[in-house]
């Protein structure tokens, strides 16, 4: 039976966490890129639009936003124009949005973080995991990583990207992470200190409960 979020044990949690840590993305290793994602964002969002450019491409083409399609990263100049033209309104709704161990955001703050990543490119108008990601590194505590797997995980895989889809995850997310905070001391011992976050943690048990199934059929 699959693993998910109704079924996962402490154990699967543990070696998903690990899993994570030891698995790559395109040949880099995931803590790598972890790291140089912190680095692109360690100071908040970038001041000018090259330094915004630089951030979304990152998050596109490296960090996975885009994922198999690569010619979306076409699209940003315009998601780092369109930011940019509202920077200091994007930054501060960004940042003033809740921990989420506190409150979801709300439809219309993701709405409007969402807008500049709603263009039409390879028949797709939603880039829902590039805005995720994009959002996390700006305020982790808030915004977790929406993808494909942690999607399947959640069990909400097939859902039309859209605000209700990302505001439905992070009650899902919530709900899930809340259910099982005495875990927490046991999935920092295996993360050995690489979670800049909670949010980041269960990610990875989000996530790497797919990893650790591709490393045992690898």
Not at 6 to 21: D, K, L
Not at 25 to 33: C, V
Not at 99 to 128: G, I
Not at 189 to 206: I, Q, R, T
Request: with cysteine; charged share 20%.
């Amino acid at each position: 039976m699959p693993v998910d979020f109704r079924t996962v044990t402490i154990e699967v949690a543990i070696n998903a966490v690990q899993a994570y840590n030891s698995g790559s993305y395109r040949g880099f290793k995931n803590l790598h890129l972890d790291r140089c994602a912190r680095h692109v964002f360690h100071a908040g969002l970038a001041p000018t639009l090259e330094g915004i450019l630089e951030q979304v491409r990152f998050i596109g083409k490296d960090y996975g936003g885009v994922a198999g399609f690569q010619a979306a990263l076409s699209l940003a100049p315009a998601i780092a124009h369109e930011i940019y033209a509202v920077r200091d309104r994007y930054e501060s709704l960004v940042q003033a949005a809740p921990p989420l161990s506190c409150s979801p955001s709300s439809d219309k703050v993701v709405a409007e973080l969402y807008a500049p990543f709603v263009k039409l490119a390879h028949d797709k108008r939603n880039w829902q995991v590039w805005a995720a990601k994009f959002w996390h590194f700006l305020n982790p505590d808030a915004f977790p990583i929406e993808d494909s797997r942690v999607d399947t995980f959640l069990g909400l895989a097939g859902r039309a990207n859209s605000v209700q889809k990302y505001v439905g995850f992070l009650h899902r997310f919530r709900e899930f992470a809340m259910a099982h905070q005495s875990w927490l001391p046991l999935l920092r011992k295996a993360d050995g200190g690489y979670s800049w976050c909670e949010n980041k943690l269960w990610d990875k048990v989000c996530y790497g409960v797919v990893e650790l199934k591709n490393v045992r059929t690898s």
